[in-house]
């Protein structure tokens, strides 16, 4: 089973609105929870990245959420853009090694229409 | 913009061929990795490095083999590819050491099709 669950699996929505995706995870011992947007047929970009002691983070249009808690984790989306059209990647990394093993989502793929 | 670079970008081969993926970075990053993605999946470590000379197999079992003799090129080595591999490659890099959340950074990726 995949430590690193992202729902839904795809969304559609139009220009201009909001949207939100959501991470559940069940790595641990916990070190920082990553997201990435992937534009078809390019590797991942980073968007933003949070440790244990910071529950939210922005990086322009997109806010990132976590509970360190509940191990979950949002990406908040507004006024999307049809350049937003990509999978973002929910990506955590663990204490327990010194290779910071990486645990990833499938992805969200979202679709932004006009 | 991450200065991480894969080639080539599309291959198409056929079976018994030996190919050459390559992935150079210009930040001077100790810890290389590749990782392997089918459509629709999450990313599956199958080679990292954490310096020269220094190589170790991830996660995901591969027949491929991969060599670290300069920090900044990691090439990906398939000595006779089958349809079984195909799929994308991505090659990362990061920098700091055990503790600190540093980014890894993605190239491109190398679409490999083998027929």
């Known amino acids: 089973k995949n430590q690193v669950e992202q729902s839904p699996q795809s969304l559609i929505i139009l220009e201009g609105k909001n949207c939100t995706l959501q991470c559940n995870y069940t790595v641990s011992p916990f070190s920082n929870l990553r997201w990435y947007k992937q534009d078809t047929g390019r590797g991942p970009v980073s968007l933003t990245i949070?440790?244990?002691?910071?529950n939210t983070k922005s990086n322009g249009r997109y806010t990132a959420t976590l509970d360190a808690d509940t191990k979950q984790s949002s990406l908040h989306i507004t006024a999307s853009q049809l350049s937003d059209s990509a999978s973002y990647i929910c990506v955590v990394s663990d204490r327990g090694s010194t290779l910071g093993r990486l645990y990833f989502g499938r992805g969200t793929q979202l679709t932004v229409w006009p | 913009e991450a200065d991480i670079y894969q080639t080539p970008r599309y291959l198409v081969i056929g079976t018994g061929k030996k190919i050459t993926l390559e992935c150079s970075q210009t930040m001077g990053h100790d810890k290389m990795y590749w990782y392997q993605q089918d459509p629709g999946m999450e990313l599956h470590l199958i080679h990292y490095?954490?310096?020269?000379?220094?190589?170790e197999k991830g996660d995901l079992s591969s027949e491929s083999t991969v060599s670290r003799i300069r920090t900044e090129h990691f090439p990906l080595t398939l000595e006779s590819a089958r349809p079984s591999h195909t799929s994308q490659y991505l090659c990362?890099?990061?920098?700091?050491?055990?503790?600190?959340?540093?980014?890894?950074?993605f190239g491109p990726g190398t679409r490999l099709t083998v027929l």
């Open positions: 990362a890099s990061r920098a700091g050491g055990a503790g600190r959340p540093d980014t890894q950074y």
């Open positions: 490095s954490y310096g020269v000379n220094s190589t």
């Open positions: 949070m440790t244990f002691s910071e």
